[in-house]
């Protein structure tokens, strides 16, 4: 079946312009998640959604950052005003329910801010 | 300190060697052990997942928890060319959040 798809691959953006990442994750799992992969780190948790509702946005970095799911499936994270540090790999994960471990990853998005 | 800590290699072996992998981690709640592979320019795909210590082998991999040492492992055995790739350690308490190592990146020589 369908894995998880993101897009865009790849986004060049300038700095202080607002960028939207979108997620669509596999069918009928209905926990979300986003986490961003900066050149040498790990993988870093920003958000986590159980249907449409985020009950733990602990991750995300600043104010710039938002993210909403709607019909229990596609979410969309924004960044607004980029900043180059915004600059990474941003991947979006899917699980069947929110306690389930086995998170199936996506392909990511590649931001770069110029 | 952070968290979770994993050695960015590089390592490379060559066809047919046991690839060895670790991490070291400092919170003593950590319960779940995952190890995902990721190919370049593609996202993390799980490979083991153990709860608690012990071993748990699956084909040519194999994944060992020392919770008293706060250690992890995986072995690779007989390791390929199509092994190549990063290999991220993984760790959750009692809820959903994943906190990873940075990612080892292997190469296996043909």
């Known amino acids: 079946g369908a894995g998880v798809s993101q897009s865009p691959s790849n986004k060049v953006t300038e700095k202080g312009k607002d960028v939207e990442l979108r997620c669509d994750p596999i069918s009928g799992h209905t926990a979300l998640y986003w986490y961003r992969q900066s050149l040498g780190q790990g993988l870093e948790f920003l958000i986590y959604f159980q249907g449409n509702s985020a009950p733990d946005k602990s991750g995300l970095p600043s104010d710039r950052f938002s993210a909403e799911r709607t019909g229990g499936s596609v979410s969309t994270l924004t960044i607004q005003r980029t900043q180059q540090e915004d600059s990474a790999v941003y991947l979006c994960?899917?699980?069947?329910?929110?306690?389930?471990?086995?998170?199936?990853f996506g392909p990511g998005t590649r931001l770069t801010v110029t | 300190q952070k968290e979770v800590e994993q050695d960015p290699g590089p390592l490379s072996v060559p066809e047919g060697a046991i690839v060895s992998l670790n991490c070291t981690y400092s919170?003593?709640?950590?319960?779940?052990f995952m190890w995902y592979r990721q190919y370049s320019r593609k996202g993390p795909e799980l490979l083991m997942y153990?709860?608690?210590?012990g071993n748990k082998e699956d084909g040519r991999f194999t994944a060992q928890v020392d919770k008293s040492s706060k250690y992890i492992s995986l072995f690779i055995r007989d390791s390929q060319p199509s092994d190549s790739a990063t290999y991220l350690c993984?760790?959750?308490?009692?809820?959903?959040?994943?906190?990873f190592g940075a990612g080892t990146t292997v190469t296996v020589r043909a």
């Open positions: 994960a899917s699980s069947l329910t929110g306690g389930d471990y086995e998170q199936y």
């Open positions: 919170n003593s709640a950590f319960q779940y």
């Open positions: 153990t709860y608690s210590s």
């Open positions: 993984a760790m959750a308490s009692n809820d959903y959040k994943l906190s």
